[in-house]
Nanobody, 119 residues
Framework: VQLQASGGGLVQAGGSLRLSCVAS????????MGWYRQAPGNQRELVAN???????TYADSVKGRFTISRDNAANTVYLQMNSLNSEDTGVYYC??????????????WGQGTQVTVSS
């Protein structure tokens, strides 16, 4: 099982970006999919999480600005980020709780995509 993230880049403050993450491989079921981020010198933190597209969780700092969504048929999770500010700068990692066809549920991580917001 692999997670492939994309969509990061450089954007001016107030702008928007959309991140995507696709899960591929021998997948039986995906429980949750979400996004974490890590700024230089900081610990990795949860940004948003979606459980089978029904229940969502957001960090307080992104509520009202970011929206997480899932396309379950495509094993894909998106993160729409609006009104970006410099504090949103960091490496964004997708994360998923996946059961493989011959493995138990476990967490998988994508490779990370850099988001840089210029002021």
């Amino acid at each position: 099982v692999q997670l492939q993230a994309s969509g990061g880049g450089l954007v001016q403050a107030g702008g928007s970006l959309r991140l995507s993450c696709v899960a591929s491989g021998s997948i039986y079921d995906i429980g949750s999919m979400g996004w974490y981020r890590q700024a230089p010198g900081n610990q990795r933190e949860l940004v948003a999480n979606a459980i089978s597209g029904r229940s969502t969780t957001y960090a307080d700092s992104v509520k009202g600005r970011f929206t997480i969504s899932r396309d379950n048929a495509a094993n894909t999770v998106y993160l729409q980020m609006n009104s970006l500010n410099s504090e949103d700068t960091g490496v964004y990692y997708c994360n998923a709780w996946i059961r493989g066809r011959s493995t138990a549920y476990q967490y998988y991580w994508g490779q990370g995509t850099q988001v840089t917001v210029s002021s």
